[in-house]
C-alpha cells in the first residue's frame, strides 16, 4: 500500500489505528488533513464499505479535494463516503427523517438574510422597535442559544437569559424566540442553526433514528476539531457512541471561531467523553520554512491559554520573512500586486500560487484595483467582490440616482432605504403612472400632489427634497465630500453604525472604505475632475471588467478566517497594525487578544515558501487620513527571521517604472536601521520594574517600559474605555499603546 510510505511513523500509526477513539491535536501544516484523507483510504481498502464512513469537515470545497485524493486511491467507491460539512451532512440526513420531527421533507432551509427578514416581519408586527430589537442582535442571540441546544422553552424558563435580556432593556426576547420559531414551523422551514439543532433533537427523541445512523457510520472523522461548536459535538457523541470509532484532529491553537459559538473545551471534554482514547502528535511540519515554522512558534508561544506543542521541520530555512512597510493602504495595494507580478515571472509562479489575507473583508478594496491595474486575475473569496455587497450597492446607488434620475434600479433600491415607509405597492403604482404618462417616476415624484393625497405625500416630498439638495451637493462639491454627506444625511451610516454584532461591523466598515477609496480619488495629485461623475465613471469601469473567474488561474484574496487549512506557495498577509491587527473592535479582554493572535497564526502558517508581512503607515479610516503603527504581533517574531524594506511611493507607482520595482530587494540603509534597533534596544528593565496605574498619565510624563525603555508620552487618545497613548521611546521611536495592555511605570 504505497500511500502509506508517504506517511511519517506517527501519522501512519494514526491511519492504521482504524479502531476506537484517537485524537490528534498538533500544529499547523503538520498532516492532520492528509492522516484524515488517508485514513479513509485506508479503511476502504481494509474492506469498509464507504457507505459506512463519515467525514465532517470545514468546507466543503475541503471535502471535495479530499474526495478526490480517496479517489486516486481507491478509485470511484469513494464518492459513498458521507463527507461534507456539519450543516450539509445534518441537512442530508433531515431531508430522509424531517417528518419525523414535524417537518415536511421538502422543507426550507432560509439563508441569514432570510432569517433577518423574517424576524423584521414579526418585530413590525408586534410594535417592537427595531433600533433596540436589532433583527441582527435578535439573529445572533437566537443563534448562539440554538447552537448551545437551548430551545425556545429552555430559554424562556432559565432565570440568567431572561435577566440577560432585561439588562439589556429587551425583555422579550424569549417571546421573540419563540414566535420566530413557530413561524419557521409554520412556513416548512429551518435556518441554518436549526439543521444542527434539529438533528440533534432527531437523534435524542428517537432513538431507532439515532440507532439506525450509528449503524450506517461506523467510522467517524472530524477535521478542524478545535472550532466545532456544542451542538455539532454533541450530535457527533451521539453518532459515534455505538461503535465509538472516532477519530478528530484538530489545532487548539487555531481556533478561531469563538464568536461563533465555537468551543475548545470540546478538546478537553473529549479526553473525559472516551477514556480509552488514544491520543497522537504529529510535530513535523511539512508545509513550511524552517523560517516560517520557527516565526509561527515565536508568536503562538505568547498565548498562555494553549496545549504545549513543539512543532519542527526539516524543511530549508527559505527566505526571511518580509516585512514591508508603505506608506499608505493604496500603496500597501500596488506594492503587493508589483511583487506578485514580479516573483510570477521570476520564480516561473502560477496567480494560484499566491494568496492575500486579511483581517476583514473591506481591506480588499485596495489589492483589488492594484491587481486589476496590472491585469492580474484574482477572486475574492468567502465574500463578494467588494464593489458587490450590498452595502456598497446601497450607496453607490444613492450616488448614481442623484447624477441621474432616471435610473430606475437604483430608484428601487434607495426609495425606501433606509425605511420611509414608502411600500412596495406604492412603488409599483408610481411606475404605472409613470408608463401612463410616459414620463419617469422621478418626474411623478416631484408632482405627487397631483396624483395623490394623503399620508405619503409629505414622505415622498420629503425623499423629493432630500435628492434635489444631495444633487446640489453633486454639483457643488467634490466626489468625497458629496458622498461623504450623502451618506450621512440619507440614514445609511447611521443604520449600519448601530448595528454592533461582527457583520454589521463589516458592513459599516465597507462603506467607511469605499468613502476612504473615494477621498483618495479626490486627493490624487492628477486628478482633475474630481467630481462625483468622474469618480463614478472610473468605478463603473472598474466593475464592468469583472468576470466570473471562477476556473481561471487567480490570485486568492480572503479573510484570515476562510483560509483555515489551506496552503499556498506564497501568502502575504497585509494590514499588520495596530486596531486593525489585532482588531481594536474585537479587543475588549486577553481572552480576545489571544484569539487575535491565534488568528494571526493561522494566516502566517498558511505560507509555504515565502511569507510577506505588510503594514501601511498611514490608512484612510472614516473618511480621514490616520497615521498606524505596525501590530504588535510583528514584534513578537524573532528579529532574525524578518526582513524589513521600506517603499516610498517614489521607488514604484506607475507601470513604466513597473519591471524596475527591485526597489524592493536591496536593502535600504534605513530599513537596515530599523533592523538594528529592533534586535538590539539598548535597555533592560530594572529588576523591580512594577507597573503604575496609568489612569492619570499625561502628556509630558516621563515613562518606562519593560521592553520598550525610557521614553516620554506625547499624545493621549481615548474613545470610550479604549485609552491609548502615543510615546516617544528614545531607543524606538514613536509607539501607541493601548494603555489597558501596556505595563508603565511612570517617573
Ligand atoms: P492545518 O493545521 O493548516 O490544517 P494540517 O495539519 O492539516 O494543517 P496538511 O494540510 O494535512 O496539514 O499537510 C500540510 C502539507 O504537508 C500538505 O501539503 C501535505 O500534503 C504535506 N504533508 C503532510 N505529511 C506529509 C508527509 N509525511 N510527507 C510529505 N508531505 C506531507
Ligand atoms: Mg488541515
Same mark, same amino acid.
Given at each position: ?17 482504524? *479502531? ?25 481498502? /481494509? ?8 467525514? %465532517? ?7 471535495? &479535494? $479530499? ?14 463516503? #458521507? ?9 442530508? !440526513? ?28 414579526? %418585530? /413590525?408586527?408586534? @410594535? ?20 448551545? +441546544? ?13 435577566? *440577560?435580556?432585561?439588562?439589556? +432593556? ?14 419557521? !414551523?409554520?412556513?416548512?422551514? #429551518? ?18 433514528? +439515532?440507532? /439506525? ?7 467517524? $472523522? ?41 468551543? !475548545?473545551? @470540546? ?5 473525559? *467523553? ?29 498565548? /498562555?491559554?494553549? %496545549? ?17 512597510? =508603505? ?56 465574500? $463578494? ?28 433600491? !434607495? ?12 412603488? =409599483? ?22 396624483? #395623490? ?20 451637493? =453633486? ?9 461623504? &454627506? ?12 448601530? *448595528? ?110 515565502? +511569507? ?136
Amino acid at each position: 500500500m504505497s500511500y502509506l510510505d508517504s506517511l511519517n511513523d506517527v501519522q501512519r500509526q494514526a491511519v492504521e489505528q482504524t *479502531d476506537g477513539p484517537v485524537m490528534i491535536i498538533a500544529g499547523a501544516g503538520s498532516g492532520k488533513t492528509r492522516v484524515l484523507t488517508y485514513r479513509i483510504a485506508h479503511l476502504i481498502q /481494509k474492506g469498509v464499505e464507504p457507505f459506512n464512513i463519515l467525514s %465532517l469537515t470545514f468546507t466543503n470545497k475541503a471535502a471535495k &479535494e $479530499m474526495q478526490h485524493r480517496i479517489q486516486a486511491v481507491c478509485g470511484s467507491e469513494a464518492r459513498n463516503v #458521507m463527507m461534507g460539512t456539519f450543516h450539509s451532512v445534518f441537512s442530508r !440526513i433531515l431531508r430522509v427523517e424531517s417528518q419525523k420531527i414535524g417537518f415536511p421533507s421538502n422543507f426550507t432551509i432560509y439563508d441569514t438574510e432570510d432569517s433577518k427578514s423574517l424576524l423584521r416581519t414579526i %418585530l /413590525k408586527e408586534q @410594535n417592537l422597535d427595531d433600533k433596540v430589537y436589532k433583527p441582527n442582535t435578535v439573529f445572533n442571540r437566537i443563534s448562539a442559544a440554538k447552537n448551545r +441546544l437551548i430551545s425556545y422553552k429552555e430559554y424562556i424558563a432559565n432565570p440568567n437569559y431572561m435577566a *440577560d435580556d432585561r439588562a439589556a +432593556l429587551r425583555p422579550e426576547m424569549g417571546k421573540l424566540y419563540q414566535m420566530y420559531q413557530e413561524r419557521l !414551523i409554520r412556513a416548512g422551514a #429551518m435556518d441554518f442553526d436549526d439543521l444542527l439543532f434539529y438533528t440533534y433533537k432527531l437523534f435524542n427523541e428517537h432513538p431507532d433514528v +439515532l440507532n /439506525k445512523y450509528q449503524h450506517k457510520f461506523k467510522y467517524i $472523522m472530524v477535521d478542524e476539531f478545535q472550532d466545532t461548536n456544542i451542538a455539532q459535538y454533541n450530535i457527533t457523541k451521539k453518532l459515534a457512541a455505538m461503535n465509538r470509532n472516532i477519530c478528530v484532529v484538530g489545532d487548539d491553537a487555531q481556533s478561531i471561531y469563538a464568536f461563533r459559538g465555537a468551543d !475548545i473545551q @470540546n478538546i478537553l471534554n473529549f479526553e473525559k *467523553d472516551y477514556p480509552e482514547l488514544k491520543v497522537l502528535k504529529l510535530e513535523q511540519n511539512y508545509r513550511s520554512t524552517k523560517t516560517i515554522v520557527e516565526a509561527a512558534n515565536n508568536v503562538i508561544t505568547k498565548n /498562555k491559554a494553549q %496545549l504545549k506543542k513543539d512543532v519542527w521541520t526539516s524543511n530549508e530555512s527559505g527566505e526571511k520573512i518580509h516585512v514591508y512597510r =508603505a506608506a499608505s493602504d493604496n500603496e500597501e495595494g500596488r506594492i503587493i500586486a508589483q511583487t506578485i507580478f514580479e516573483n510570477k515571472m521570476n520564480m516561473q509562479l502560477r496567480n494560484k500560487d499566491f494568496a492575500i489575507l486579511y483581517r476583514t473583508n473591506s481591506q480588499s478594496r485596495s489589492f483589488e484595483e492594484a491587481l486589476r491595474k496590472l491585469n492580474i486575475n484574482y477572486k475574492v473569496v468567502g465574500g $463578494m467582490s467588494f464593489y458587490q455587497r450590498k452595502e456598497i450597492k446601497d450607496v453607490l446607488a444613492y450616488l448614481r440616482f442623484v447624477l441621474n434620475d432616471q435610473d430606475e434600479q437604483s430608484f428601487r433600491r !434607495i426609495v425606501n432605504f433606509p425605511k420611509r415607509g414608502i411600500g412596495d405597492t406604492t412603488i =409599483a403604482k408610481l411606475f404605472v403612472i409613470a408608463d401612463e404618462q410616459g414620463t419617469t417616476v422621478w418626474d411623478i415624484l416631484c408632482n405627487v400632489k397631483s396624483i #395623490m393625497t394623503g399620508r405619503l405625500v409629505p414622505v415622498i416630498e420629503g425623499f423629493v427634497d432630500l435628492i434635489k439638495s444631495y444633487k446640489i451637493l =453633486a454639483n457643488t462639491k467634490d466626489a468625497f465630500e458629496a458622498a461623504n &454627506e450623502i451618506a450621512k444625511q440619507s440614514g445609511l451610516l447611521k443604520e449600519l453604525y448601530e *448595528d454592533k454584532t461582527v457583520e454589521g461591523i463589516a458592513r459599516y466598515e465597507n462603506v467607511q472604505e469605499l468613502l476612504n477609496g473615494i477621498k483618495e480619488f479626490v486627493d490624487r495629485p492628477d486628478q482633475e475632475d474630481k467630481s462625483l461623475g468622474s469618480y463614478l465613471q472610473e468605478i463603473s469601469l472598474l466593475t464592468d471588467t469583472e468576470k466570473d473567474k471562477e476556473d481561471k488561474d487567480s490570485v486568492t484574496l480572503m479573510t484570515i478566517h476562510s483560509a483555515k487549512g489551506l496552503e499556498f506557495n506564497q501568502v502575504f498577509v497585509v494590514g499588520i497594525e495596530e486596531d486593525l491587527f489585532p482588531s481594536a473592535m474585537m479587543l475588549n479582554s486577553r481572552a480576545d487578544l489571544e484569539e487575535e493572535r491565534r488568528l494571526f497564526y493561522v494566516a502566517i502558517t498558511r505560507a509555504e515558501k515565502r +511569507l510577506t508581512l505588510s503594514f501601511a503607515t498611514s490608512r484612510y479610516r472614516f473618511g480621514q487620513l490616520k497615521s498606524c503603527s505596525p501590530s504588535r504581533f510583528l514584534e513578537e517574531i524573532d528579529p532574525r527571521h524578518l526582513q524589513m524594506t521600506s517603499i516610498t511611493a517614489n521607488s514604484i507607482g506607475s507601470q513604466e517604472s513597473g519591471p524596475a520595482f527591485s526597489g524592493i530587494k536591496p536593502k535600504t540603509a534605513a530599513a537596515t536601521v530599523q533592523v538594528k534597533a529592533k534586535v538590539a534596544p539598548a535597555y533592560t528593565p530594572s529588576e523591580d520594574f512594577k507597573p503604575s496605574d496609568t489612569s492619570n498619565l499625561m502628556i509630558g510624563m516621563k515613562v518606562e517600559h519593560p521592553k520598550f525603555g525610557y521614553g516620554e508620552v506625547k499624545n493621549i487618545q481615548s474613545n470610550g474605555t479604549d485609552r491609548k497613548a502615543v510615546i516617544d521611546f528614545k531607543n524606538l521611536g514613536e509607539k501607541t499603546l493601548i494603555l489597558s495592555f501596556a505595563k508603565l511605570r511612570i517617573h
